[in-house]
Every structure is written in structure tokens, then in C-alpha cells.
Nanobody, 123 residues
């Protein structure tokens, strides 16, 4: 059973930065992805970024490219989402998710989810 624990959300002004953390446990496969998704009130859950289990490859949705960075610290077994130049439209609950096998941006393809962390960007 994979468990994902997120932290790091909060309230920030537009243009500010936040760093989200995701600490996974129970992963027993080598080929997997850890992804970040977000869901705003009344909207679908959308892909934000993903990283391979090895940390060798990263992926981003277009709206966050150049502002967000996903990275992993293998020593701490933690994945981070560094969010810079935040905009009000980035406001959402952010979820960390685990997926075995091939890359996907569809939330339906991810097997395990964290509890979510609220990010609010004020204008």
C-alpha cells in the first residue's frame, strides 16, 4: 500500500512562492511516476507536473512551465513542487499522486493519492 503525505500549502500573495512536499512510503516498484494535480472549486482535477521514480524525467502542464519545478530528494525520499511567480489562478487544492507504469496526465490513471493541501494566492 502506497501512502503519500503532502505538506507546504498556504496563503501567499500574487508573485510569491510556495514549496509543496510529498513524502511517499510503501513503493515497491522501480518504474513509477509521482505527480502533482490540482483542483479548484467546481472544476476538474488537473495535471500540474510529474517526475519519474528515478528523478530523471520531469513533465509540466503548459500553464506552469517556467514557474513551477518538480524535483526529488532521494536521501529524504521526498518530492517537491517549487512554485514561483504564483498567480490567483493557481489557487486550488494540490494533490500528490502515484502511478505505476507509463506516463499519463490523466488523474484516472493514478493509483494512490495524498490528502491534498490548500494553496491560496491572493491578488
Amino acid at each position: 500500500q502506497v501512502q503519500l503525505v503532502e505538506s507546504g500549502g498556504g496563503l501567499v500573495q500574487a508573485g510569491g512562492s510556495l514549496r509543496l512536499s510529498c513524502a511517499p512510503s510503501g513503493i515497491t516498484v522501480r518504474a513509477y511516476y509521482l505527480g502533482w494535480f490540482r483542483q479548484a472549486p467546481g472544476k476538474e482535477r488537473d495535471f500540474v507536473a510529474a517526475i519519474t521514480g528515478s528523478g530523471g524525467s520531469t513533465y509540466y502542464t503548459d500553464s506552469v512551465k517556467g514557474r513551477f519545478t518538480i524535483a526529488r530528494d532521494n536521501a529524504k525520499k521526498t518530492v517537491y513542487l517549487q512554485m514561483n511567480s504564483l498567480k490567483p489562478e493557481d489557487t486550488a487544492v494540490y494533490y500528490c499522486a502515484f502511478k505505476r507504469g507509463p506516463y499519463s496526465t490523466s488523474p484516472d490513471r493514478y493509483d494512490y493519492w495524498g490528502q491534498g493541501t490548500q494553496v491560496t494566492v491572493s491578488s
